[in-house]
């Protein structure tokens, strides 16, 4: 998982709550990503940013909203209007010929 | 549009014996190909990827992958299986003239390998 840190592992949210997950890379990439994970669907783009104070909406960007002020943290905020978001999040970043470097994860439960 | 498509949910093999991990993918134009593994609770760790040059690519941890342009194929492969291997295996691509764009992920193929 070298050079990208997510946090926290673990996050529990209660309904009507916003929650934000941090991610961090060293890697000078330009591009970071944020997935969603589920069962038996792979991994789904939420948002990406492939520059500083740019961001567009991936495929399933409703109820999500990110920031980009520092080319090193793409943070991730779930907010109330997600309705199921109980789901593994994972943050990448990618080098110029696309290849993509993952976090650990953190893995998010709405109580 | 770009898609990746791995066929198989589940492969199972015993350990010592090939192994095979089918992607097929369709992109526009030329593609950037790669395959990543995950073990549970775990970020993807990349293992391998095309992008020019000659069509059998060798990478992490003995895998490796050949690219057939006419099949728009680009299975993973190992001699021989070890337990260790059992992991969910990930396709993906992207546009080769779409830099900075995200890949497309296959739904991913977990692979079991029995003692």
């Known amino acids: 998982d070298g050079g990208i840190t997510q946090s926290p592992k673990y996050l529990f949210r209660k309904e009507g709550q916003n929650v934000t997950l941090s991610c961090e890379q060293n890697?000078?990439?330009?591009?970071m990503y944020w997935y969603r994970q589920d069962p038996g669907q792979g991994l789904r783009l939420i948002y990406y940013s492939q520059i500083v104070n740019d961001f567009q909406k991936g495929d399933i960007a409703e109820g999500y909203s990110v920031s980009r002020e520092k080319k090193e943290s793409f943070p991730l905020t779930v907010t109330s209007a997600q309705k199921n978001p109980t789901a593994f999040y994972l943050c990448?970043?990618?080098?110029?010929?696309?290849?993509?470097?993952f976090g650990p994860g953190t893995r998010l439960t709405v109580l | 549009a770009q898609s990746v498509a791995q066929p198989e949910d589940q492969v199972n093999v015993a350990e010592g014996n090939p192994l095979t991990v089918k992607c097929t993918y369709s992109v526009s134009g030329n593609p950037y190909l790669f395959w990543y593994v995950q073990y549970p609770n775990r970020g993807l760790q990349f293992l391998l990827k095309?992008?020019?040059?000659?069509?059998l690519v060798k990478g992490s941890y003995g895998f490796e992958a050949e690219f057939n342009k006419s099949q728009t194929s680009f299975h993973l492969k190992k001699p021989s299986a070890l337990v260790s291997d059992s992991a969910l295996y990930f396709c993906?691509?992207?546009?080769?003239?779409?830099?900075?764009?995200?890949?497309?992920f296959g739904k991913g193929t977990t692979l079991s390998v029995s003692s």
């Open positions: 095309y992008i020019t040059g000659d069509n």
């Open positions: 890697l000078n990439h330009d591009a």
């Open positions: 990448a970043s990618s080098s110029r010929d696309g290849e993509q470097f």
């Open positions: 993906a691509v992207r546009d080769i003239y779409q830099a900075g764009t995200a890949l497309i």
